[in-house]
DNA sequence: AACTCGGGGCA
DNA sequence: TGCCCAGAGTT
């Protein structure tokens, strides 16, 4: 896909889905962090519910570590998989104290070292509170991407650094939730709703189905 | 590569 | 009701 068919593309998407933000705008990095591992099979609105009186009670790793499993996980229990996160954040917060003075680490390869953080998560952490240059590719953004014809890319890796080229830094933010809801709404994994896509005429997929009919 | 974890969203 | 899932870890 050429670069003004990825223009265009993004330009449908951003009509299509001209509110799109994340609701978890946490600056402080414990708490994006904290809210990012929690987000894991779940949704923004979900976490944001749940944070709102957490971050309150216990807005710090040592404020956080004083929690026993058993109590965090009633805390969260909303977002999933629960007993995994809270054994997972209550970890985390522990190798915070010990291993960084109390602070979230500033690089993905430290961020990966803790438990219930891996690629994805890093790196929403490292562009939104850290500044640095990083695109956050989960299940939708791969699939809708690669489907679409904006990457062609085998891995979450090359994904990334495709996106990075392919976008402009300015959308790379807004263009992570269009991808997201497109990939929910339009262009599902299983069953993709062709028909009612204003992607259709752009899209590498689509131009596949057409061709073998 | 295939499994597990889980309450919530949505038809 | 039943299906699917805004990841990560383990085998």
Redesign the pocket.
């Known amino acids: 896909m050429n670069k003004e068919e990825i223009k265009t593309v993004l330009e449908i998407l951003k009509k299509n889905y001209p509110d799109a933000k994340?609701?978890l705008s946490f600056k402080n990095p414990f708490e994006l962090l904290i809210a990012?591992?929690m987000?894991?099979?779940?949704?923004?609105?979900?976490v944001n519910i749940i944070t709102k009186k957490l971050f309150e009670l216990y807005p710090s790793p040592e404020d956080m570590v004083k929690l026993s499993e058993e109590e965090l996980?009633k805390l969260i229990?909303?977002?999933?998989?629960?007993?995994?996160?809270s054994k997972?954040i209550l970890k985390a917060c522990e190798i915070l104290l010990k291993e960084h003075q109390g602070e979230v680490p500033k690089t993905r390869e430290e961020l990966?070292k803790?438990?219930?953080?891996?690629?994805?998560?890093?790196n929403v952490v490292i562009s939104n509170v850290f500044g640095q240059d990083a695109i956050a590719v989960?299940?939708?953004v791969f699939r809708v991407t690669n489907r679409i014809g904006i990457v062609k890319a085998k891995t979450v890796e090359a994904t990334e650094e495709e996106l990075m080229k392919k976008i402009p830094k300015d959308l790379w933010s807004e263009a992570h939730?269009w991808f997201?809801?497109h990939?929910?709404r339009v262009c599902?994994?299983?069953k993709p709703l062709c028909e009612i896509c204003e992607l259709r005429q752009y899209c590498i997929y689509n131009r596949k189905l057409r061709n073998e009919s």
């Open positions: 994340s609701e990012t591992i987000a894991a099979q779940s949704t923004d609105r979900q996980g229990k909303s977002s999933g998989f629960y007993r995994n996160k997972n990966v803790l438990p219930g953080v891996g690629r994805k998560t890093a989960d299940t939708h939730h997201i809801l990939g929910r599902k994994a299983r």
